[in-house]
């Protein structure tokens, strides 16, 4: 089972491998890319090494992964990436170099994995973003995703404080299922009406 490779129009999303460890880098590495992120822009090879064994080896390892390199059918070289966790929340993310930014690459991407995980079993994704960081949640929207409700964070490890907005899509056909784990570890939770 693993990681199936996917296919749309314009990409090939498969799984990293060591080969990748430069384009990886010239991922990891822009400030503006990962300013949303839960980490800091990596500065090394060694780092970005260190980074694809945490979070990419180590869940291939696994029967079920979905971590994708987004690459461009033309070279098959990554110029982002696109994952579904397997813990509970099934967190769907991306990030994508800036200079292929608002070509609706993420949300291409983004739906091939989702007819992918749903066709799997998945019963539901979730994914958040940082309020100031609206662009993220067109994505959401996009591939179908919903609003659900907002709650503040104090955001590991960059340590501020962050509203954050969480969508979900759910594909079993339980349309009244929500996530509640943000909502219910978060003091300060509230759903906003002008979204």
């Known amino acids: 089972m693993n990681t199936p490779t996917l296919e749309t129009e314009r990409l090939i999303l498969r799984k990293f ?10 991922i990891l590495q822009d400030e503006e890319v990962n300013k949303f992120l839960p980490w800091y822009p990596v500065k090394s090879m060694e780092e970005t090494r260190k980074f694809y064994e945490e979070r990419y080896a180590s869940k291939y390892a696994q029967p079920q992964a979905y971590a994708y390199a987004v690459c461009l059918k ?5 110029i982002g990436y696109i994952k579904v966790d397997m813990e509970e929340h099934h967190d769907f993310g991306y990030g994508l170099r800036r200079e292929f930014w608002h070509q609706g690459i993420v949300t291409e991407a983004g739906k091939a994995v ?3 995980v749903k066709k799997d079993g998945l019963p539901y994704i979730t994914a958040t973003h940082d309020r100031n960081n609206p662009r993220s949640g067109g994505v959401m929207q996009n591939v179908g995703m919903k609003y659900q409700y907002s709650y503040e964070e104090q955001w ?3 340590n501020f404080l962050v509203t954050f907005r969480a969508y979900q899509l759910n594909l079993d056909g339980n349309e009244i299922r929500v996530y509640k784990k943000y909502w219910d570890n978060s003091a300060v939770h509230f759903i906003e009406t002008n979204l």
Request: charged residues 30%.
């Open 17 to 26: 491998t060591e080969q990748d460890m430069e384009a990886l880098f010239l």
């Open 74 to 78: 033309e070279d098959n070289y990554p």
């Open 114 to 116: 989702i007819w992918q």
């Open 156 to 158: 590991q490890p960059k």
